[in-house]
């Protein structure tokens, strides 16, 4: 044991209390205490207690949106350079998606003497808070649902994944882009419309030629962030668009992200679809917002969130019937079998990783802003194509007021 680590060990346990000047001593005993040994026994616990995220289901995107959340942007970086910097001494195999993950970061690591006052900006004393910060916060992560399998493990496939990079994923990115740009809700409805119709079409098409597969797919999934303010309304919208798709939403409030389990057609409907309708529904919130008028009396924040309640539920019912209209098109006998039995796949990998999920009572504050969340769902689209305790969202409030 190195002469740093019991003043690690002091500082990370003076940070986890209560006892301010605590910390602080502590703090100082790491500043003056021999740098290379304090930089070196750093690193060691952060890339020790990386490794051992990975297995219990944690990715680096899921680490790096925690770390935005709740550390400096320089504890942030510290934790997506120490990421780099525990990849050396991953065993093999490394999946393809861990370092694609790493390299869309800009994870970055060149060597370890100095490593801590390379990215102190010549404040080492922060740096040494920060990191400590880091370390308090990955030490006290619980287990979440495993969706991919990770560093190590054997080449599994425990998830699929949306594809990106196809001719029919990028006509939908550029319609949705005209939709969320366009100052008319009749051109927005018109794009969006036409977005939704490739993907049920396309999601239909993959799910009969699966059927006939080999291999065929088995549901993945994939976690979607849910940012305060109004994590829930955020989090309803995303089961809508989800349970449009045939896919699965389990909300984990405290860690910030819905997981959405499904077969990869589905999943990359949702998440383009979501980021989408986010975008239209807050700026149509803010548009209502400042409709409103000086004499309203309403609080803005009541209004918001009923509006954005209204919004999700209103645009779910729009994707159901959507989806439900481009399945009745389609003459193929086997669809509603093969649908219902991947229906059924979804639920059943939705109980094995989340056996204790509890339901979320909305509330509605406003009656103005349900309205008005309600008319601007109308307005947005698809008329044409019409561990921690993870919740799972009502599909719809349990009351209005």
Known sequence: MSSAEPLLDAAL???????????ERALDALVVGDGAAVD???????CRTLGRLWPRGWQPVDLD???????????????RDAAAAQRRALPGPVPAWFDEQLADLGAHWDADAGWLDRRADGDRITALRDAVDALVLIEGLPPIALLRPPPGAAA??????PATGSRMLDRVRALLAKAESTGYPAEAEAFTAKAQELMARHSIDTALLDATAARPDRPGGMRLGTDAPYAAAKALL?????????????????????????????LAAVELLHTSLLVQATAAM??????????????TKGYDESFLNAFALRIGERLRAASTAAAEEHTDDRLLPVLAART????????????????????????????????????????????????RLPARPASRR
């Open 13 to 23: 346990a003076a940070a986890r209390g209560t006892d301010v000047r605590a910390a």
């Open 40 to 46: 070196a026994a750093l690193l060691t616990r952060l």
């Open 65 to 79: 949106r925690l770390a935005a959340r709740r550390l400096t942007p320089r504890g942030a970086r510290l934790l």
């Open 156 to 161: 599994v496939p425990l998830a699929a994944v």
């Open 238 to 266: 995303i089961q809508e668009v989800a349970g449009a798709n045939r896919c699965e939403s389990v909300w984990s409030d405290d860690l910030g992200f819905a997981t959405v389990l499904g077969f990869p057609a589905d």
């Open 286 to 299: 803010l548009r209502g917002r400042a409709g409103r008028g000086k004499g309203s009396g309403r609080r």
């Open 344 to 391: 059924d796949a979804v639920r059943e990998r939705t109980e094995q990783l989340f056996p204790g999920t509890t339901r979320h009572r909305l509330q509605v504050r406003d009656s103005e802003g349900w309205s008005s969340g309600t008319t601007a769902a109308d307005q947005a689209s698809l008329k044409a194509g019409a561990p921690p305790h993870p919740t």
